[in-house]
């Protein structure tokens, strides 16, 4: 049995311990990746962790710490209050307003690990105050990633069409970014009718920070209960009848933990990681830290602590995963499958592998590492084949990115280190897990039945 064949079953055997045991993804991967990289690929030791991802590790640390920070100054329920403002209280918009922020971030040119970590804290912020379906509002922001990710000038379609060209295949920029961005819509406005977003439709938030039910028949406005992302919060009535004043909402008691000085702090620190990061090209992860430690040093007994609160078993199972995807792309296993792919009579059903190929291997590794591997495999079925190039790389590209709403990927993990309070953590995994396996499974076959047969 070649090394790519044992690859392809350490993955899955690791896929499925640390699905049906409470054991930590990230430490399973280092062990598949210790004993396949040593036995079966002969490499030493020093090569296997040479493959961490040291870029996404440094990311999730630096932001997660310097979202910690102005959570527990109060800055991000500032940050809450204010965009609640900006579209009138209407609830219902706050998911789309972030789908559309960081789409619009990716399609100017920001990576989109990046766009998620700007925006992904923030908007999880709202899902945790207003009792928003936290997978919901995290998904909304990677498909909004994903639906900008693909534009000309964007990271992701530069390397798609760039590829495509040196591939002789030409270039079909637009027929590229509009697949992705009406493919992730989709599946954001699937997200908001199945998480609750109809309910939504009624919620409004008062100038005293309430929800309030807008009424169906009179037109007026009643207040609603309680928040679920506040239960600490009374709608008790007194003995007299009367509704009890609850005031602004405080959830975990941090709101206006921090003076305005420090609010005022925090957020030139949003602003200049968000400006040194997306402006000048530079790592997130660096400046984030940079960020948290000038907050940091400003004040060091109030944030002593603050490190704590960095997502560490995020960080173990991300790290975990990127060093055995290491290990897959080693052993040749994506080759592999599609170059097999590739050799069989039906175009069609080659491209379809294909495209699965693409999102399982994406759902665990870099998709800007993984489609300058994969498109040029697509060569010989859009040359003998008689598939569309546009179309079929469209096909690939969408495959290979919407998946990444896993964990094990950037900007999923990001989501996840970065859950409001109200959700535990190991649910909030789960959910991200199911709905990453739903994606993974049925996302490709929908793309190329969308994408290719019309082609073919």
């Not at 870029?55 to 329920?77: E, P, S």
């Not at 296993?333 to 792919?341: I, L, M, R, T």
Request: hydrophobic share 55%.
């Amino acid at each position: 049995m070649g090394p790519e064949w044992i690859a392809i079953i350490a993955l899955v055997a690791l896929f499925v311990v640390g699905t049906l045991l409470p054991i930590n993804m990230g430490a399973l991967a280092y062990v598949a990746a210790w004993l396949v990289g040593m036995y079966s690929l002969g490499l030493d030791e020093k090569e296997i962790l040479a493959g961490i991802s040291a870029d996404l590790v440094l990311t999730l640390i630096g932001v997660t710490y310097l979202f910690a920070i102005a959570r527990q100054n109060g800055t991000v329920d500032l940050i809450v209050r204010t965009a609640v403002s900006s579209v009138g209280g209407r609830v219902a918009l706050i998911p789309w307003v972030m789908f559309a922020v960081t789409a619009v971030i990716t399609a100017i040119g920001a990576a989109s690990p990046a766009a998620c970590a700007i925006i992904g804290p923030i908007a999880l912020g709202f899902a945790g105050r207003y009792g928003i379906s936290p997978l919901m509002m995290g998904m909304f922001v990677v498909h909004g990633a994903q639906a900008g990710g693909f534009s000309p000038i964007s990271i992701y379609g530069t390397i798609t069409n760039s590829v495509m060209e040196d591939a002789g295949l030409g270039t079909s920029e637009m027929t590229i970014f509009l697949s992705s961005l009406l493919v992730n819509t989709l599946m954001a406005a699937i997200l908001f009718v199945a998480l609750g977003g109809r309910r939504l439709l009624s919620l409004r938030m008062s100038e005293e920070g309430e929800l309030v039910t807008v009424g169906a028949g009179s037109g007026t406005t009643a207040t609603s209960s309680r928040s679920s992302a506040h239960p600490d919060r009374s709608d008790r009535r007194s003995a007299t009848g009367a509704t009890p004043t609850t005031g602004t909402p405080n959830p975990a008691g941090t709101e206006d933990a921090g003076s305005t000085k420090e609010h005022v702090l925090t957020l030139l620190a949003f602003l200049s990681v968000a400006v040194v990061a997306l402006a000048f090209d530079k790592n997130i992860g660096f400046a984030a830290i940079t960020a948290a430690v000038l907050l940091s040093m400003l004040t060091p007994k109030a944030y002593k602590d603050t490190v704590k609160q960095i997502a560490w078993p995020t960080v173990l199972l991300v790290a975990g995963v990127s060093t055995y995807a290491t290990i897959l792309t080693t052993a040749g296993s994506p080759e592999f499958v599609g170059k097999w792919a590739a050799g069989l009579g039906a175009a069609a059903i080659g491209a379809l592998i294909l495209c699965y190929v693409g999102g399982v291997v994406s759902a665990f590794a870099s998709s800007t590492a993984l489609l300058p591997v994969i498109i040029p495999i697509a060569i010989p079925l859009v040359a003998e084949g008689g598939l569309s190039a546009g179309l079929f790389v469209a096909a690939l590209a969408v495959s290979s990115t919407i998946v990444d709403v896993s964990p094990f990927s950037t900007n999923g993990a990001l989501m996840l280190a970065n859950r409001p309070d109200t959700i535990d953590e190991n649910t909030y995994y789960k959910q991200i897990l199911g709905y990453a396996a739903i994606v993974t499974l049925v996302g490709p076959l929908l793309v190329w039945a969308a994408l290719v047969l019309p082609g073919w």
